[in-house]
Antibody, heavy 120, light 105 residues
Framework: EVQLVESGGGLVQPGGSLRLPCVAS????????MSWVRQAPGGGLEWVAQTKFDGSEEYYVGSVKGRFTISRDNAKNSLYLQMNGLRVEDTAVYYCVRQSTMTRSAFDVWGRGTVVTVSS | DIQMTQSPSSLSASVGDRVTITCRAS??????LHWYQQKPGKAPNLLIY???TLQDGVPSRFSGSGSGTDFTLTISSLEPEDFATYYCQQGSGVTFGGGTKVEIK
């Protein structure tokens, strides 16, 4: 079964850090671009970051540039999101997402998400 | 950044109804437009990619059309399991529409 499982979420104070791991199974991680997408409470979806299949390219939404870093370890079937300088507005469910090989910009497999709460 | 505008933001419909949701891009995205369904407490699920191609396993009552700036998602005959929120997403850069909540009338 194709699956993505996120972990690492929790409550953190503004200015703090968290690292979100995502473990992939049932497919070859190195064949796919991967992304993180978040959803604020009661809100819509926002793409956060993506990485090329070999990790050689990374892209970020403007609001997280310089604070978040996406990385991957294909040998460990894992994707990561390092989040530093967290702000209240980063509070959201964070989804690990696989990008389709049919059209790279479509997200065809989603994890269940991990909840990040930034609050004092 | 390309802005995506969905309409309506919500609608009420009955089982068996034909439902149409529209998505407009602030500039052309070609056919790089995808549709997702999200149920409460669950992750989104890809329904249609490249404007009109049905993702594997998605029922044929769902269809998509459009290109450039104007796109449509149609559910030909609403089933009870279709009550959910639907999002469009442009792939020329990555932004989502604000969502359309389909509720039971």
């Amino acid at each position: 079964e194709v699956q993505l499982v996120e972990s690492g979420g929790g409550l953190v104070q503004p200015g703090g850090s968290l690292r979100l791991p995502c473990v992939a199974s049932g497919f070859t991680l190195s064949s796919h671009w991967m992304s993180w997408v978040r959803q604020a409470p009661g809100g819509g979806l926002e793409w956060v970051a993506q990485t090329k299949f070999d990790g050689s390219e990374e892209y970020y939404v403007g609001s997280v540039k310089g604070r978040f870093t996406i990385s991957r370890d294909n040998a460990k079937n894992s994707l990561y999101l390092q989040m530093n300088g967290l702000r209240v507005e980063d509070t959201a469910v964070y989804y690990c997402v696989r990008q389709s090989t049919m059209t790279r910009s479509a997200f065809d497999v989603w994890g269940r998400g991990t909840v990040v709460t930034v609050s004092s | 950044d390309i802005q995506m505008t969905q309409s309506p933001s919500s609608l009420s419909a009955s089982v068996g109804d034909r439902v149409t949701i529209t998505c407009r891009a602030s500039q052309s995205v070609g056919s790089y437009l995808h549709w997702y369904q999200q149920k409460p407490g669950k992750a989104p699920n890809l329904l249609i990619y490249a404007a009109s191609t049905l993702q594997d396993g998605v029922p044929s009552r769902f269809s998509g059309s459009g290109s450039g700036t104007d796109f449509t998602l149609t559910i030909s005959s609403l089933e009870p399991e279709d009550f959910a929120t639907y999002y469009c997403q442009q792939g020329s850069g990555v932004t989502f529409g604000g969502g359309t909540k389909v509720e039971i009338k």
